[in-house]
Every structure is written in C-alpha cells, then in structure tokens.
C-alpha cells in the first residue's frame, strides 16, 4: 500500500505553527532572563535567534533569490522570441501597464475609504504604545527620493550594465534587457534563432526544477523566519493596535474576494478556483511575507492555467513593481491611521493628495528592502502627517506585512490572466485540462491527463 505523503501546503503549516510557538517560547524566555547573564547557551534567546533560527531562515530566503533572476531572464526571452511581433508585444505591455495603474488605484482608494469609515487610530493612547527604530528606512527614503523622480524612474528601465542589474537583483532593467533580447532573437533566421531558444528553454525549464528542489526546504524556511519575528516582537505589541492589524485584514478579504474577485468574474475567472490552485503559494508567501519566494512557481502555475509563457513571464516579475494590491491597500490605511493617531483630520484636498502620491511613489520600488515604509515615508510628509508615527506601528507591521503579500500574489496572478484573456491567447481548453489534473479532484472520476503535472 502506498503510504500517502504531506502535501506542501500542510508542510508549510506545521512549520508556521510550530515556529510561532517556538518564538513565543524565546521571547518569553528573553523577558524572564533580561537583564540577566545567561547561565548556559541554551538559555539564552538571542543565541537560538542569531545562531540558527536567522541562518536557517536566511537560507531559504538567499536560496530563492538565487533562482529568480535566471528564471525570469530565460523564461522572458523564450516567451518573447515565440510571439516575436513588435507591435503585439508593445499591446501586451501597454494593457499590462494601464491594468496595473486602475487596479492599485481601486487598492488606494478602498483602503481610505475604509480608514475613513472606521477610524482605526482613533481613541488610542499614544503612551500605550511601543516604538521600534525605523531610521534604516528613513536612510532608505532618502535614496529612493533622490532617485525616484519620473525621468529617473524612466531612465533606471534601462540598464547601462545589464551584468551590473543582475548582480543587483534589478528586476525592471532585467526584463527591459530581456525583452529586447527576446525581440532581436525572434528576427534572425531559424537556424540561427532555434538553437539559441532551445538552449534559453532549456535553462527556464532546469530552474523550474530547482525551484522544486527548492521548494523541499520552504518548511524548514517558514518554521525560522516565523519563529524570528514572534521571538523579536511577541504578541504584547499586538494588543493597543488590534483595531488596525483586524482593519487591515478585513480590508484584504475584502479587496481580494469583492473587487479582484469580480474583475475575475468579468474575465470569465473564478477567484477562489484561482486561490486553490495557488494554496500553496498563499500559504508559504503569507508566512515568509515575501513575494519572491512564490514568483517562479506563479509563473510556471499560471503557464500550465492557460496563459502562455510570454504573457505569464512578464506580467509576474512586472507586477511586483508595479502591481502591488495588498501594500498599497496597506499603505493607504496605514497612514490615515497615523494622521488620526496625533488627531489630524485630513481634509479632502489632503487625501487626493495622499492618493496621488500614493499612485506615484508605490511604483517601481519593489526592490526596496521594507518597501511598504519607505513608501509611506516618502508620502506623510506630502500631506503633514509625521513620520514619527511610523515607529509606533513597525511592531505589528510583519503581522499585516504576511496579509498584504498574500493579495499581491493573488493580484499578480488574476493579472496573467486577465492580459491573456483580454489579448485572446487565453487557452481555455489547456486551463481546463490543468484543473482537473490538480490533486483535489482525484478520486472524484475525473481522470488526469497525460502530460506534465505541477507538483501541488
């Protein structure tokens, strides 16, 4: 009898469960022994934290960077080199962009509508409040201002060292060169063309494979970054500012299933097929709160849904620039609690204000380490909100931080799909075969079909 083996999601959840129960052990541990000279190594906290649960967490993140870059230049050129019309290419982008800007628009203006409505920083004492260093985001700020002006913006697309870019992680400049490179093979000859492509297929499909081997160690990933943070933070900062962190999810739940949920609809989608299929990249994006721990997997799913590889290779690694829901949602939220933290009313003129800085300032940035503060510092001094304010909420930002990149994922998928669909390269019939492929419907008489599977 074949004994039946743990699904990575549920993998995923154990170590989630455990980590958090192992990190409020730690940080109950760090409270009993302030100020005190640990006895032995294995009492002291901070020794567990930085001597294996940070490594070991380290690893995982490390080794997912590791993959990204090669996996969305190879993919990219593939792609681009298959579909090879300038003019078809330049409409797949310029729907993408103007997709990208109503969605995270609509993301901005429901989370101020909310943070309106509920007032999640009204009648807390400021006094209750734990604060935590955020002057490394302050010196972030200030690079990014620097840098971050429109003709700026535009010029950082193309890189000046493509070497330089990868080295760098630069994701935007890569799938600039990428695209250009993917154009200029799909114009030679075919006995030029073919090998070249064949060898970049070859590539993106030997990255697909490590990203599974990858995938084998996620567990292991979640259980110490978790177990990290509660040990850090624990659960006492939690408490004075349960209102927003309740706020904030709401807010998700709602953007996810209400509005992406209904542009699905008007695509021909279903939102909730679309987060089963998903579940596990949900569930290990929610407990590591990075989105590029999911990307190569995002781009291989939605391939296999039906989208084809050219749209799916550069609608991903795009949107985690551009197409950011769950922060922008966040931010907007965030700094409206703020401003009704120190008792500013903001009037109508200061929150379009807000909003359009908002617009702005959320693109192009997602290689900012803490993106979702430095974007928020470059925009509460536009409208005389202080940025003091951010400190007060640094404790609880990983808890909201875990949500946020959970809907940017779904986000960043449901858009592969609404391009490919709105260009008409949607292929129902392959989507379809997929579904019933997936692991939940076995055992249901639906029998798999031959051909690749993508592991679940």
């Not at 101020?112 to 409040?129: Q, R, W």
């Amino acid at each position: 009898m074949k004994k039946a083996k743990l699904s990575l999601a549920w993998q995923i959840l154990i170590g989630l469960v455990l980590g958090i129960a192992i990190g409020a052990a730690l940080n109950h541990l760090g409270k009993a022994t302030a100020g005190m000279e640990a006895k032995n190594w294995w009492e002291d906290s901070s020794w567990w934290i930085s001597t294996v649960l940070q490594p070991a967490g380290d690893i995982f993140i490390r080794l997912i960077k590791m993959i990204v870059v090669p996996i969305v230049i190879a993919s990219l050129i593939v792609g681009i080199a298959g579909v090879g019309d300038a003019k078809k290419l330049g409409r797949i982008g310029l729907k993408t962009i103007i997709y990208f800007e109503i969605v995270t628009t609509l993301a901005i203006l429901v989370g101020v509508g909310l943070a309106n409505a509920f007032h999640p920083g009204a009648g807390i004492d400021m006094s209750t409040l734990s604060t935590v260093d955020i002057s490394q985001y302050q010196k972030t700020t200030a690079e990014v201002q620097h840098d971050h002006a429109f003709v700026a913006t535009l010029l950082n697309l193309i890189p000046s060292n493509i070497f330089a870019s990868i080295a760098r992680g630069d994701m935007l400049p890569i799938i600039f060169f990428s695209v250009m490179f993917g154009m200029g093979l799909s114009s030679l000859q075919a006995d030029l063309r073919d090998p070249l492509v064949k060898v970049f297929q070859g590539v993106s499909e030997a990255m697909f494979k490590v990203t599974h081997m990858i995938m084998n160690y996620a567990p292991i990933g979640v259980f110490a970054l978790i177990a990290v943070t509660v040990a850090k933070f624990g659960f006492s900062s939690l408490l004075p500012l349960a209102k927003l962190v309740i706020l904030v999810y709401v807010a998700i739940a709602f953007f996810a299933f209400g509005v992406l949920g209904l542009v699905a609809r008007m695509f021909g989608f279903s939102i909730l097929k679309l987060m089963r299929i998903l579940k596990d990249e949900l569930i290990l994006a929610y407990s590591t709160a990075s989105s590029e721990t999911v990307l190569p997997r995002i781009i291989e799913k939605m391939e296999a849904y039906g989208a084809p590889k050219a749209i799916s290779s550069f609608v991903v690694p795009t949107g985690y620039s551009f197409n950011l829901d769950g922060s922008t949602l966040y931010q907007s939220i965030a700094a409206l609690f703020i401003a009704q933290l120190y008792g500013i009313d903001l009037s109508i003129g200061q929150q379009l204000m807000l909003i359009l800085t908002l617009m702005v300032t959320s693109k192009g940035i997602a290689g900012v380490p803490g993106v979702s503060f430095v974007v928020l510092l470059a925009t509460l001094g536009s409208v005389g909100i202080p940025l003091e304010g951010l400190a007060f909420i640094a404790g609880v930002d990983r808890i909201m931080d875990m949500a946020r990149t959970a809907l940017n994922v779904v986000g960043n998928a449901l858009a592969v799909l609404v391009i490919a669909k709105w260009e008409g390269m949607y292929d129902a019939t392959k989507g379809e075969r997929y579904w019933n492929s997936l692991p939940h419907l076995r055992g249901r008489g639906t029998k798999a079909p031959a051909g690749k599977v993508v592991t679940e």
